[in-house]
C-alpha cells in the first residue's frame, strides 16, 4: 500500500500562486508516474499534470499550460504543482495519484489508470 498526502491548498485572488505538494509513503516507492488530478463541484475528476518519475517527462492539460508546473523529488517521494497566475476556475479539489505500473503516456490523462489516490486538498480562487 501506498500513501499519499496533499498540502499547501488554500484561498487565494485571482491572479496568486499556490504550491501544492504531495508525499508518498509505505510500500517501496517506484513508480512509472505521479501526478494531479481536480475536481469541483458538480464535475468529474480531471486531469491536470503528471510527471514520470524516471525520465521526469511532463504532459498538462492545456487549460494550465504555461502556468502551473510540476515537479518530482525522487529522493524525498515527493511530488509538487506550482501553480501561477490563477483563475476562479482552477477552483477544485486537487487529488495527488500514482500509477505503478508502465502505461502509454497518452493513457495518464486517464484517471481510471492510478493506483493510489490522496485525500484531497482544497483550492479557492476568489475573482
Known amino acids: 500500500q501506498v500513501q499519499l498526502v496533499e498540502s499547501g491548498g488554500g484561498l487565494v485572488q485571482a491572479g496568486g500562486s499556490l504550491r501544492l505538494s504531495c508525499a508518498a509513503s509505505?510500500?517501496?516507492?517506484?513508480?512509472?508516474?505521479m501526478g494531479w488530478f481536480r475536481q469541483a463541484p458538480g464535475k468529474e475528476r480531471e486531469f491536470v499534470a503528471i510527471?514520470?518519475?524516471?525520465?521526469?517527462?511532463?504532459y498538462y492539460t492545456d487549460s494550465v499550460k504555461g502556468r502551473f508546473i510540476i515537479s518530482r523529488d525522487n529522493a524525498k517521494n515527493t511530488v509538487d504543482l506550482q501553480m501561477n497566475s490563477l483563475k476562479p476556475e482552477d477552483t477544485a479539489v486537487y487529488y495527488c495519484?500514482?500509477?505503478?505500473?508502465?502505461?502509454?503516456?497518452?493513457?495518464?490523462?486517464?484517471?481510471?489508470?492510478?493506483?493510489?489516490w490522496g485525500q484531497g486538498t482544497q483550492v479557492t480562487v476568489s475573482s
Open positions: 495519484a500514482v500509477r505503478y505500473r508502465v502505461i502509454s503516456d497518452y493513457d495518464l490523462s486517464n484517471r481510471k489508470n492510478f493506483d493510489y
Open positions: 510527471v514520470t518519475w524516471s525520465g521526469g517527462t511532463t
Open positions: 509505505g510500500r517501496t516507492f517506484n513508480p512509472y508516474a
